[in-house]
C-alpha cells in the first residue's frame, strides 16, 4: 500500500468515525451545509491529486466514481428514513439508530467494493486506488443526501402538523 493510498484511507476512516459518532447522539437538525462544502472542496482536492497520474483513462476511473457517487446518494436517501427527528424547546432535533450506524458501515464497504470491481486495476502514480481517491467525495454525497432527505422529511411533517415533540420511541 502506497503512502498516498494509506493517507486517503486514514483520512477517510477518520471522517467516517467522526460522522458515525456525530450521527449517534442527539444533536440539532442543521440546515447549513457548511461540512459538506469543506468535505467536497477536500475530496476534489484529493481526486485531482489521483487524476494527476492518469493523463488518459479508459472510462473505468468515469465509471467507478460515477456508480460509487450514485451508491453513495442511495445509501444516504435510505439512512435518512432511519433516522429519529423530533422538535424539543423550539429546536429540530435529530439521532442515528443502529441501523443508521450498520448503514453508514455498509455504505463504505459499498464504495470500496463497487471500486475494487469496477476499477480495481486503476491506480494512481503512487499507486493509490480510485476508491481510496474519492472516499471522501463519497462521504460528502451521501451525507448531504442524507441531510437534504431529513430536511425535506421534517418540512412535510410540520406542513402537516406531525413533527413530534419530544424524542420519539424506538418501536
Known sequence: MSGANLANLIIGIAVLALVLSRQLVTRRLSESYRLSVILAAIGIWEF?????????????????????????AAFGAVRALTVRVWRENGQLLRRGTWLTALLW?????????????????????????????????????????QRFMLLNRVARQEASGQIPFGEPQVP
Request: proline share 2%.
Open 105 to 145: 458501515i455498509a455504505a463504505l464497504a459499498a464504495h470500496l467494493g463497487y471500486d475494487y470491481l469496477v476499477a480495481g486495476h486503476v491506480t494512481g502514480k503512487n499507486g493509490g486506488n480510485v476508491g481510496d481517491a474519492t472516499i471522501i467525495l463519497y462521504l460528502v454525497v451521501t451525507l448531504t443526501v
Open 48 to 72: 485531482a491529486n489521483f487524476l494527476g497520474g492518469h493523463p488518459r483513462d479508459d472510462g473505468g476511473i468515469a465509471a467507478a466514481v460515477a456508480g460509487s457517487l450514485v451508491l453513495a
